[in-house]
Structures are given as structure tokens and as C-alpha cells.
């Protein structure tokens, strides 16, 4: 399946105790619509705020429904906030997470200094001052293979081993009127990584940051050296392309 929702009202995309999540009305979805429970797993865990415009997730059924049924069917029972955009079979053997080959994300500041309540559950609203050229200019510098371990938020999954390298194959910044977009596609994203990237390049901005300081960062610097983590309501999953 290839889903999109705003993740605004939900608690990012894995299932939790008694909190509402994406892949929790997925399931809850499919049990009412075939009386069989499933496991829907997809490409990475977005996070409580964050929204996806194309999220992909992946399921074994033994259900005989068509998947333009399913796709109907999916849709009348998921809640508005929540689309399923496509359906179709898979071989057995996929696996929407460790197939993947690239991911797309896009995170929004929106620079005006007053924003319509109506854009603003999708934007970082930063209306003060900032040097948009020097956040321009540094936003490559992210690219390539590196240790991304200074723009990873702690999480319980990451042991003494865990590798925190990552290959970034574009990462563009670029004013597109009231907003700036900020663009970054790579092989993965460890915990709010893209926001933490975000969060620095503000730094740069406001002038607290240079390129000396990114390399730095990108070669054993820590988490409290670079910027702070910009807010969920700003980030989409774009696009998930696979091997």
C-alpha cells in the first residue's frame, strides 16, 4: 500500500498502548473489513506530528479481496486524516523497510511574518531573521556517506554497535515565496535526523554556525553541538523507491 495522512492529531506511526497511530487504523481497518488481524509494516516510523504524502507499508493476508476492493474498502473505514492512495501485490518476500533504496523527505519554513491558520499545521513558522544564502549554501554539505551520530536523537534501538553512517545523495535548500524548502534523499534517517538537520541549518542562519562547524558535526561532533530539533509539523515523507 502507499499511504498518505497528516499526522497532526496522531502519535507518529507506530502502534502504542492506548494512543492513536497510523499503523493502528490501518490494522484496525483490515480487521473490520475481513475479520482477519494482520501486521502492516512500513518503511520507517514517522514520528508523532510528522506527515507522509506517499508512505509505503506492506502486509501478508491470506484475504482473496481484489486490490481495487481493498483500496475502496480501506479508505471508507480509515479516518479523513488518513488515504490509502494504492494497493498491490507484492511478491512474499518484500519487505517495505529493508527494501528500500532511497527515502525522500521535505520539511517547510514558512518566513512571513504572519501564517494562515490553515498552512501552519504543515510548516516550522520562523518568521526572524536568518540568511537564507548561507543556509542555501550549506546544505550540501551534508551530502555523502558520513556519521550522522551528532544529528540523532537518543533512541533505545541504537546498541554500542549500531552504525550510525548514512549516505545522503542530495540535500538542496531552496525559497520557493514565503517559504523555504528544505529537500534530502538518502539511503536512511536515523531519529528525528532530518529535523536535527533542519534545526541546524537554522544555526547557520542566524549566523551561530559556519561550514567548519558542519564538518565538525559530520566528523564526531555531539548532539548538543549542532541544532536544536525542528518542530514534526513541518516534515513530510515524500517518496520511498526501492531496489
Not at 495522512?5 to 494512543?19: A, E, K, M, R, S
Not at 527515502?103 to 518566513?111: C, D, G
Not at 556517506?145 to 546498541?159: G, L, Q, V
Not at 551561530?208 to 515523507?237: K, Q
Amino acid at each position: 500500500m502507499t499511504v498518505s495522512y497528516d499526522g497532526t492529531n496522531f502519535h507518529g506511526w507506530q502502534v502504542q498502548p492506548g494512543l492513536v497511530t497510523i499503523q493502528s487504523e490501518l490494522q484496525r481497518a483490515f480487521l473490520a473489513l475481513s475479520k482477519t488481524p494482520i501486521l502492516v509494516q512500513g518503511s520507517g516510523r514517522t514520528d508523532a506530528g510528522v506527515h507522509a504524502i506517499a508512505q509505503v507499508a506492506a502486509f501478508s493476508t491470506t484475504s482473496t479481496i481484489p486490490c481495487e476492493n481493498l483500496l475502496r474498502a480501506m479508505n471508507h473505514l480509515l479516518p479523513g486524516a488518513i488515504r490509502v492512495t494504492s494497493v498491490e501485490e507484492a511478491s512474499p518476500d518484500f519487505h517495505a523497510r529493508h527494501d528500500a533504496a532511497s527515502k525522500l523527505y521535505e520539511y517547510r519554513i514558512f518566513r512571513d511574518e504572519i501564517c494562515s491558520p490553515f498552512e501552519r499545521p504543515y510548516v516550522h513558522h520562523h518568521p526572524y531573521p536568518l540568511d537564507d544564502r548561507k543556509m542555501i549554501a550549506a546544505a550540501p554539505l551534508f551530502e555523502g556517506k558520513h556519521d550522522f551520530s551528532a544529528f540523532a536523537t537518543f533512541d533505545e534501538r541504537y546498541d554500542s554497535g549500531y552504525s550510525k553512517v548514512r549516505t545522503i545523495f542530495t540535500s538542496t535548500l531552496v525559497r520557493e515565496g514565503p517559504r523555504l524548502i528544505y529537500r534530502v534523499c538518502g539511503t536512511g534517517f536515523l531519529k528525528h535526523m532530518v529535523r536535527n538537520l533542519v534545526g541546524t541549518l537554522i544555526e547557520v542562519g542566524k549566523g551561530n554556525l559556519g561550514p567548519v562547524g558542519i564538518a565538525n558535526l559530520l566528523n564526531g561532533g555531539a548532539r548538543a553541538e549542532c541544532g536544536p530539533t525542528a518542530p514534526a509539523s513541518g516534515l513530510f515523507l515524500v517518496e520511498v523507491t526501492y531496489k
